[in-house]
Structure formats: C-alpha cells, structure tokens
C-alpha cells in the first residue's frame, strides 16, 4: 500500500518569498492533517480537514498560511510571505474516519523541510 | 498549560534497562491516546495504542489512568534500537484533532 506522499522534500527560500507544498493521503483516507514541526518540539497541528472541509485550522496563521484540499484528496499549504520563524518540517498525515471500534492511526508522510533565509 | 505534556528529557538508559514514561493530558474529553515513535529526521511513526486496560507488545507496554489523566510507556530489556525521540499523542472527542506532545528524547547508551 503506497503511504502518504509529499513534496519537495527540501526547500530553501529568502524571507518574504512564498512557497507550496503538496500532499496525497494514503487512498480512502478521508482525514488529512497539517503539522508543523520545528527543531527540538513535538509536530504543532495547523489544519485538519476531513473530505474537503476544514474540521480545524484554529492554530493556522491565517495572515500568511493557507490550504486547500478542493477534492478531498490531494492537498496544498501555501505560505506567502515567509518569515524567518517558518523554518520547520511541514508534515501531512491522513488517516482513516475514527469510529468507536477502531482506533485509528495517522500516518505521517515523510515531510518537507523548509529552510526560511 | 499545554493540552499534552511530556518531560522533554533527555534519558540515557543503558542498554537492557528498563525504562518508563509518562504523558499528561489536559482534556478530559480526550477519547484516545498513542504513542509514536520519530528517529533523528524521519516522520512520527506509529508505535502502539493505548487502551484503557492497558496493552502489551513485546517489550513495550502502555497504561492509560484516565481518573488522573496520564499515560504511560513502559520499555523493558530495552535495546540500542530504541534510541528515538518518543511522542505522546491524544485524540479529541468528536473532531478526531490529534495533539502531540513536546517528545521525550532516549538513547539507549551501550
């Protein structure tokens, strides 16, 4: 079974540039997630969809962060400008719809590090 | 106060210790709870589930004690191999929101 794909798996941009990065969930998976990792914390959730609608994005910048997930499969998160504070690993996990007889796990792509200069 | 809480560490264990974490929640709706597993630059993998009465996996086990609102990651006769960084993470009650905690970094020294 394919896992989570993402992609660039590296990115150097200069402050105030802006950058995308792609995501496509394990198939079937109607739950995506965003997380934001930096150096040394645990992954910070920035937005959650379930299908194509947003379940949770109350920890997302919104003045700089946006995302999109129009088809309920694949899905983008856009930062535009970038500061130099967005140096992080951005990971996109899926998982399946939780029901009270299975405990569902997410599974993490391999992430993109993004480097803010 | 953060929704999940872990001592950050670092623990350095030798090698065929035995090795104990625990994990607080704030939440008391929280409606799950696992630990994953996430080595120097890779992504968080799934380790095990948590279940109220408690479950086993090898060496691993895993406690829930919801009354106090923690979690527990006990690793027996534990192995070089288990040198990672290791997160606590809770499920939300209706929304399925995935909270990790900071992670707490062992090495397992020979």
Partial sequence: EAGVAQSPRY?????????????????????????????????????????????????????????????????TLKIQPAKLEDSAVYLCAS????????????????GTRLTVV | RKEVEQDPGPFNVPEG????????YSNSASQSFFWYRQDCRKEPKLLMSVYSSGNEDGRFTAQLNRASQYISL??????????????????GFGNEKLTFGTGTRLTIIP
């Fill in chain 2, 17 to 24: 210790a035995t090795v104990a974490f625990n994990c607080t």
């Fill in chain 2, 74 to 91: 006990l690793i027996r006769d534990s192995k070089l191999s288990d040198s990672a960084t290791y997160l606590c993470v809770a499920r």
């Fill in chain 1, 95 to 110: 998982s399946l719809v939780f029901t009270a007889k299975v405990n569902t796990e997410a599974f993490f792509g391999q």
């Fill in chain 1, 11 to 75: 990115k150097i941009i200069e402050k105030r540039q802006s950058v995308a990065f792609w995501c496509n969930p394990i198939s079937g998976h109607a739950t995506l997630y965003w997380y934001q990792q930096i150096l040394g914390q645990g992954p910070k959730l920035l937005i959650q969809f379930q299908n194509n609608g947003v379940v949770d994005d109350s920890q997302l910048p919104k003045d700089r962060f946006s995302a999109e997930r129009l088809k309920g499969v694949d899905s």
